[in-house]
């Protein structure tokens, strides 16, 4: 009896706990775009800071800021790296450069595994366009091209990289990867100016935007997958 009495006047003369604010109230959440302004994935990071904040308990400002190079390996490896853990920074990088890492590549600097993953903004399908002027009308003709046309890529953990090698070492075509482009919007610009062929990325990027939607209409673009 009286260890349950000791208990309960413990219980009552415990000081209340004084109400805290939210950790984020007052705050800004950075986040990091791994790619060049108006392209897909810096769509949906623009979005996404938009709204967010209205679901986080303090309303916290989100701004977004583009960090492009290497398809997102400058951005993974900033918020790896550089950023500090304390909740305030956001990586919205490309999905697909968890490659990189495996594939050994010297830029690296980030461990796939030990980001903490909040969620995916997209569940892609893909496409690869060509040029309608050129003379591959189908997979079948390029793979019968004696001069492999040229795609563009931002890096080698990207589909505009990994498409093309898919494509080759299942079906036997010729592709010539142009890699080192900023972003998506400079690969479509080099396929305007014919310094490139072809492109694969997502389905998604291709009806979203400019210059997509001038190239359906003037038939510049065909689709051979």
Known sequence: MKRHLFV????????????????YEGKTITVIAGVSAGSAYDLYARLM????????AGNPSFVVQNMTGAGSIIGANYVYNVSKPDGLTIGAIQPSIYF????????????WAKFGWIGSSDKSDYLLYMRAD?????????RK???????????AGTSGSYMPKLLEETLGTKFAIV??????????LAVERGELHCRAFTVQAYHSREPY?????????????
Not at 8 to 21: E, I, S
Not at 100 to 111: A, F, P, S
Not at 179 to 188: K, N, P, R
Request: aromatic residues 16%; glycine residues 10%.
């Open 100 to 111: 990189n890492q495996l594939m050994k590549q010297k830029e690296v600097r980030y461990d």
């Open 145 to 155: 091209a004696k001069e492999a046309p040229k795609c563009g890529s931002t890096g």
């Open 213 to 225: 939607f001038t190239w359906r209409k003037n038939g510049f673009a065909r689709i051979l997958m």
């Open 8 to 23: 309960l006047m413990w219980l009552f003369f415990t000081p209340p706990a004084w109400a805290q604010a939210p950790f």
């Open 134 to 142: 050129l003379p591959y009308k189908t997979l079948a003709d390029v």
């Open 49 to 56: 800071a938009q709204f967010m904040g209205k679901h986080i």
């Open 179 to 188: 890699a080192g482009y900023q972003g998506g919007g400079e690969i479509d």
